[in-house]
């Protein structure tokens, strides 16, 4: 499962879990992304896209 923003290209973040022995193990940061119906322009016609909720807040999809 993809996990990239349709409206931004905002895609996942890499990095280290850092404890307090400093034994480092990789991680991922996954963007908060929500399955919305977006317009596609003219008419009715809508389609399932994955969204980031800052895209949603800054208002860069029509719902």
Request: glycine fraction near 10%; proline fraction near 5%; hydrophobic fraction near 25%.
């Amino acid at each position: 499962m993809s996990s990239v923003c349709e409206a931004c290209g905002k895609r996942p973040g890499f990095g280290n879990n850092v404890p307090w022995s400093k034994k480092k193990t990789r991680r991922r940061w996954n963007p908060n992304l929500q399955s919305v119906r977006i317009s596609t322009g003219s008419g009715d016609n809508h389609r399932r896209a994955k969204v980031c909720t800052s895209c949603l807040k800054a208002g860069k999809v029509a719902r």
